[in-house]
């Protein structure tokens, strides 16, 4: 290929004159890809004028590719007709390999192949300088490209910090809920199981379960208004204030789960200036007797499972927490009987949604409730069935909301 690069102009020539001292150091690395000796040669120059001292020449595409393999670069200046592999072809490769995101392109061409330039802007290189080129705008075209680069670089570093940062703040939340389920006992004839996954790396469903002073199992579902990491805080505060409320006010065994349902709401609303909210369900259960106290804050009700009969609880049914802080709540009672299932879930479940635009509808957990009342399955078993149908409705569709549900068995 012959040489395209013209006569310098005025402006070259007193670039060329000027001794290019007192440039500050460049340490950004640049590739000058061209298979034609004096048109690397005046591009070093050029470059070296403005400070750039990790300069690395390729004479051909397939020499480009190694070198990129090989060692970082921040900017590559690609001629477009080569012999061997053209400019073309090593930007196919590299869009290929996914490396167009981090790695800008500048395609050289002459002014009459324009068609040339078009068809490599949309292979992804991010500018072009015409042939012969202007230093005046060689200097912009790659500051500006640089430039770029370095915003994009940090934007990558900032998200892979939040990432890191979110994905422990998923640990420090799943630490939060119980991860063990002991076997039933004598003392303590109830199985019990649950599962949250939460739509984002946090999310603001919850569950809880514990054994009270008096031998009964105090157990707990909730949904926080909105997602990410405000529900997520909004979780974690509701969960720690139930636990240390349901403490205090259980020791003088007068106080029920309204009396605590009430005292929390009455926190939550304290200093709530976002106006979140949290539906939750709590449930005392006396494990000898099946006797069960309950009070609903805006949550669905659960389901009772008993052989073939399916029902859905009924009781109750006050606001959500952090809404009212006058807001006086009542408590329920119902027997669960040997053999029963209690299953409780959050509206994740019931309001998935599916490819055609369908939800699952609580029709949809009903279907899958009857069908492991009738294999007599276990809490475990009934969740993993559940949620595995779930996903299996929702296909490609992502998960919208968070997915939690607790299940626990008198035997």
């Known amino acids: 290929m012959s040489s395209e690069i013209a006569e310098k102009t005025g402006a070259e020539k007193a670039s060329a004159d000027r001794p290019g001292r007192g440039k500050p150091k460049r340490t950004e690395r640049i590739l000058v890809v061209d298979d034609i000796e004096d048109n690397r040669q005046l591009l070093v120059r050029r470059l070296e004028r403005e400070g750039f001292q990790g300069i690395a020449l390729a004479g051909d595409g397939e020499e480009a590719l190694a070198l990129i393999a090989a060692q970082p670069f921040d900017l590559v200046l ?15 490769r590299l869009k290929g390999l996914g490396r167009l995101h981090e790695l800008p392109v500048i395609v050289i061409s002459a002014l009459n192949e324009i068609d040339s330039v078009v068809r490599c802007i949309e292979l992804g290189a991010v500018d072009y300088l015409p042939k012969p080129f202007n230093p005046i705008l060689l200097r912009a075209r790659v500051g500006a490209s ?51 996954e939460a739509a984002r790396e946090v999310g603001g469903d919850l569950y809880d379960f514990f054994w009270t002073a008096d031998g009964r199992l105090a157990f707990l579902i909730g949904d926080v208004s909105g997602k990410g990491v405000p529900a997520a805080m909004f979780m974690a505060r509701t969960k720690n204030l139930l636990r240390v409320v349901s403490d205090f006010m259980l020791r003088d065994g007068t106080s029920g789960p309204a009396e605590i349902l009430t005292r929390v ?31 609903n804050a805006g949550h669905d009700p659960p389901y009772v499972l008993g052989g073939a009969e399916l029902r859905e ?4 049914h006050g606001m959500a927490l952090g809404i009212e802080a006058d807001w006086k709540y009542e408590t329920s009672a119902l027997t669960v009987s040997p053999g029963e299932t209690l299953f409780l879930y959050t509206d994740g479940i019931s309001e998935a949604d599916g490819p055609d635009g369908r939800q699952f509808t609580k029709r ?48």
């Open 146 to 196: 640089l430039d770029q680069k370095r915003l994009r670089d940090q934007v990558r570093n900032h998200l892979a910090q939040l990432e890191t940062e979110l994905n422990a703040a998923r640990s420090l939340q799943m630490s939060m809920v119980p991860s063990s389920f002991p076997p039933p006992t004598s003392d303590r004839p109830v199985e019990i199981f649950a599962a949250m």
């Open 78 to 92: 690609l001629d477009v007709m080569m012999p061997r592999c053209d400019g073309y072809q090593v930007l196919e």
């Open 313 to 316: 609880t009924a009781g109750a």
């Open 364 to 411: 949809g957990i009903e279907a899958v409730l009857r069908q492991a009342a009738a294999k007599a399955a276990a809490p475990d078993a009934l969740i993993g069935a559940m949620t595995s149908v779930v996903k299996e409705f929702a296909g490609t569709i992502p998960q919208s909301d968070d997915i939690t549900a607790l299940a626990l068995r008198r035997v």
């Open 265 to 295: 709401n009455r926190e939550l609303c304290d200093g709530n200036a976002q106006m979140m909210f949290v539906t939750l369900y709590l449930g005392l259960l006396d494990p000898k007797t099946g006797a069960l106290q309950f009070c």
